[in-house]
């Protein structure tokens, strides 16, 4: 009984595995030139693999919040994942059916309207670039966004039946509709159109 114990003691030991050497003419005479692996093996602690003592889970200490981040992680759980390049993106003004006659439809400038929802992914991926033309077009175009969700008689009023899309109006009428996340260059040309030069 005592010979099988220590047989089981010596098999759970450590094992050395060495690691593989470079072969510089590639030529199978130079990969058997090194120690064969059994007589490697057969070495207690060469030291070419570290010691497996279990699984340790780290602690990390709570990040004191920087002044960039701080308003961006209020109410979020320790431990989720915060997109550092949140506070970048320049925000677009909401229009709801209150607001949709003084914002939308008596505006002077020519206005975009981009219709969203807040489940909807390509919505996210055209928010950038909406805001981006908000400010290149600053005191040319007026940029707003209006949540479908929110604002349905709206949407049923324009016929919207997917999101996102864009609306360009010019003195209170509707002139151009583009459909789906659309690259930047094609916003550009259907704002081009409208824009006093």
Same mark, same amino acid.
């Given at each position: 009984?005592?010979?099988?114990?220590?047989?089981?003691?010596? =098999?759970?030991?450590?094992?050395? =595995?060495?690691?593989?050497?470079? =072969?510089?003419?590639? &030529?199978?005479?130079?990969? #058997?030139?090194?120690?064969?692996? &059994?007589?490697?093996?057969?070495?207690? +602690?060469?030291?070419?693999?570290?010691?497996?003592?279990?699984? +340790? $889970?780290?602690?990390?200490?709570?990040? #004191?919040?920087?002044?960039?981040?701080?308003? !961006?992680?209020?109410?979020?759980? +320790?431990?989720?994942?915060?997109?550092?390049?949140?506070?970048? #993106?320049?925000?677009?003004?909401?229009? !709801?059916?209150?607001? /949709?006659?003084?914002?939308?439809?008596?505006?002077?400038?020519?206005?975009?309207?981009?219709? /969203?929802?807040? /489940?909807?992914?390509?919505? +996210?991926? $055209?928010?950038? $670039? *909406?805001?981006?033309? &908000?400010?290149?077009?600053?005191?040319?175009?007026?940029?707003?966004?209006?949540?479908?969700?929110?604002?349905?008689? *709206? #949407? !049923?009023?324009?016929?919207?039946?997917?999101?996102?899309?864009?609306?360009?109006?010019?003195?209170?009428?509707?002139?151009?509709? *583009?459909?789906?996340? =659309?690259?930047?260059? !094609?916003? *550009?040309?259907?704002?081009?159109?409208?824009?006093?030069?």
């Amino acid at each position: 009984m005592a010979a099988a114990t220590v047989a089981a003691a010596a =098999v759970l030991e450590p094992l050395a =595995v060495p690691l593989p050497r470079p =072969v510089l003419g590639g &030529s199978s005479a130079s990969r #058997a030139a090194g120690p064969p692996v &059994s007589a490697s093996l057969g070495r207690r +602690r060469t030291g070419l693999l570290p010691e497996f003592r279990g699984l +340790r $889970i780290a602690r990390r200490p709570p990040r #004191a919040p920087s002044a960039a981040s701080s308003g !961006t992680e209020k109410g979020l759980r +320790r431990g989720s994942v915060v997109c550092e390049a949140q506070g970048t #993106a320049i925000e677009v003004p909401e229009v !709801t059916k209150s607001t /949709w006659q003084s914002l939308v439809m008596e505006c002077d400038i020519p206005v975009l309207v981009e219709f /969203w929802a807040p /489940w909807c992914g390509p919505c +996210r991926m $055209i928010h950038p $670039i *909406i805001g981006k033309l &908000s400010k290149v077009y600053d005191g040319k175009l007026k940029c707003l966004n209006l949540n479908t969700d929110e604002n349905q008689e *709206i #949407a !049923t009023k324009y016929g919207i039946r997917s999101i996102p899309t864009i609306m360009i109006f010019k003195n209170g009428e509707k002139k151009e509709t *583009i459909v789906g996340a =659309v690259p930047e260059s !094609t916003l *550009i040309t259907c704002i081009e159109k409208f824009i006093e030069k």
